[in-house]
């Protein structure tokens, strides 16, 4: 029973790493863009939802109402004022300054916040559980989480395939100057991508806080959690994100319990494998 | 009435190469236009400049009366000029359908509901129904040109601008894209269509015009153009018959 609630943790943590990694592969999607500083937002997401809860007296998932369309708003000025114009045929310029935003936000939340680790409260959610058969616990919380993580996921793949928006995405993302003489303008749907992926790294980052301790120094290590998830499910592929992160939750957490020091190990080790085999990822997207 | 398109004195060179050097052009609401030159001629990048995705070293573009030299791409679109490509370019993992959903909500900005009805009326004018849910990157040549056309319809546009249809097909699916661009020539859509394939232009259009060195060296019916000297001699090698 204690390897099933291994497991079953690790899925539950595998939903968040989900949302890390469907951030980022929504903007590579779109816009041929590898966000650095992605981590750093969900960290930044964090912080504000620190600044929300403890200013308005919010509990951390209504503060969700707030910081979201926060997040989103500022990932339409950031593209549209700065990511636009580093985009083109080179792939180095929107890396370089990615990195350098990294930087900055980092130092910046030092800067105000301290290096001190924080957490948000969730008052008695936290400790609030169900029992399964079989006589294993599994807190309300997580598994909140885990189910909020699948909604933004199943959103995202409604949004991509249904809606005139998705649409625009996704003829953006096939071929952009030919998207233009369709009536579509690069620089807002792009801006809107960005504004919708900040949207989800606000979510994560929020769930992040709930979850564990945060300081502003752990932003790149979500990145890279993102980036196996991505890789492990397959570029392209939004189940197969959820799916990626699952499994790296699940490594993860596998590796916790034969050594408490192996947990990031054993997700890198899965990553590493998956690259090995299926360097396309579990579910890669078929392009026509 | 001004005419629908005016060009005044377009000029755009790549380095040392002048692909137009003043070109002055207009055409008129509902008139038909062939664009006739040898390759390099600069006729392609001429649709490049009236729709905005290459920029002209100097001269102005007016649209029915306005002028758009300084729109982007998409605006020029949604105020109604679209055209296709020679290289059929479909959004490859978009449905045929959402191919035209997509010009048809954002460069006719209609909605959703109301495009579905008109997106599938020109599927079947193209004749391209049964392959609506079939993803674009799949299709023949022939099914790619034609939704090329339909895409482009699907924006809505008063001014349709045809980069060489017929190239690459055999004479009757030639021959059924010609029909299709007749007919929408009667609904009222100007064209200006550049092709080598001279009884295709011919059984369509009123007046073409032949760029060469960067300007408008003759002008007149498909006829008349291919007896001018002129023309013989920039064609030199390639065989005329109309």
Known sequence: MDWVNTILQGVLLGGLYALFAAGLSLIFGVMRLV????GDLIVLAAYLALVVTGTLGLDPLAALAVVVPLMALLGY???????????GDDLLPPLLVTFGLSVIIQNALLEIFSAD???????????????LPGGLAVGVLPLLQFFLAVLVIAG???LFYRTPLGRAFRATSDDPAVARLMGLDNRHVFALAMALSLAVVAVAGVLLAVRSNFDPAIGPARLIFGFEAVIIGGLGSLWGTLVGGVLLGVAQSVGAKLDPGWQILAGHLLFLLVLAIRPEGLFPKVRG | MPPILALEGIAKRFGAVVVADGIDLSVQAGEALGVLGPNGAGKTTLFGIITGTVEPDGGRILFAGRDVTRLSPARRC???????FQIPQPFGGLTVFENLLTAACFGAGIAERAAYGECLDILDRCGLVEKANLRAGKLTLLDRKRLE??????????LLLLDEVAGGLTEPEARQLVELIRALRSSGITIVWIEHVLHALAAVVDRVVVLHGGGVIAEGSVAEVVRNPAVAEVYMGIPVDA
């Open chain 1, 35 to 38: 966000n650095v500083a992605h």
């Open chain 2, 78 to 84: 949604r105020l109604g000029i679209a055209r296709s």
């Open chain 1, 77 to 87: 000025l950031l593209q549209r004022l700065l990511l636009n114009r580093t985009l």
């Open chain 1, 117 to 131: 680790s924080r957490r948000l409260q969730a008052g008695p959610l936290e400790v609030a559980s169900l029992t």
């Open chain 2, 149 to 158: 056309l339909a895409r482009a319809l699907a924006t809505r546009p008063r």
């Open chain 1, 156 to 158: 995202l793949q409604l």
